[in-house]
């Protein structure tokens, strides 16, 4: 009765040109699958760096449209440092017409330095509805916010001043 969902973490490079610079950025996704009967699978954990950003993209394989929330970002458990909520902003619900696919926005993990240099498990809340608001399915999948590679640059050094507090 269910299907599957696939997991990605993907590297959309958006290169910027100028002073002789280029920055690459991180998208992470998961890819959502709503069955015929308006069930959803089980969505792997999800890893995504700290600092970058994060999208799903559903595929609605059933008959009718339906309304899918990301909701209820919780950490998965208290004795790891990490804010409460690992988004800057809210994910905006998606409508997702029969047969067809849609993305979320496109949203941003809080900055490396909240999370302390170690992977966070939050918990979250995938719901589907029908437009009219009756409830067809919800799952809580894991979102893993990671470290960057090489670690927290910045709010956590010698402090101010560099070495022997700025009196070389």
Not at 62 to 67: A, D, K, L, P
Not at 86 to 104: I, Q, R
Not at 126 to 149: R, S, W
Request: with cysteine; aromatic share 6%.
């Amino acid at each position: 009765m269910r299907l599957f969902a696939v997991t990605v973490c993907a590297m959309l490079a958006t290169l910027w040109l100028g002073s002789n610079r280029v920055v690459a950025q991180t998208t992470c996704f998961t890819v959502v699958v709503i069955d015929a009967k308006g069930g959803i699978s089980q969505p792997g954990p999800v890893p995504c760096e700290s600092g970058k950003r994060i999208r799903w993209k559903v595929h609605n394989l059933s008959t009718e449209e339906v309304v899918v929330s990301f909701v209820n970002f919780k950490k998965g458990t208290d004795d790891v440092e990490g804010p409460p909520d690992p988004l800057t902003e809210a994910v905006p619900p998606v409508n997702v017409k029969a047969g067809d696919d849609e993305e979320t926005k496109k949203i941003k993990l809080k900055d490396p330095a909240q999370f302390g240099g170690v992977t966070v498990r939050y918990t979250y809340d995938i719901k589907v509805a029908k437009p009219t608001g009756e409830d067809l399915d919800m799952l809580d999948p894991d979102l893993e916010v990671t470290p960057p590679p090489g670690g927290i640059k910045g709010g956590r050094g010698r402090g101010r001043g560099g070495r022997n507090g700025g009196s070389n």
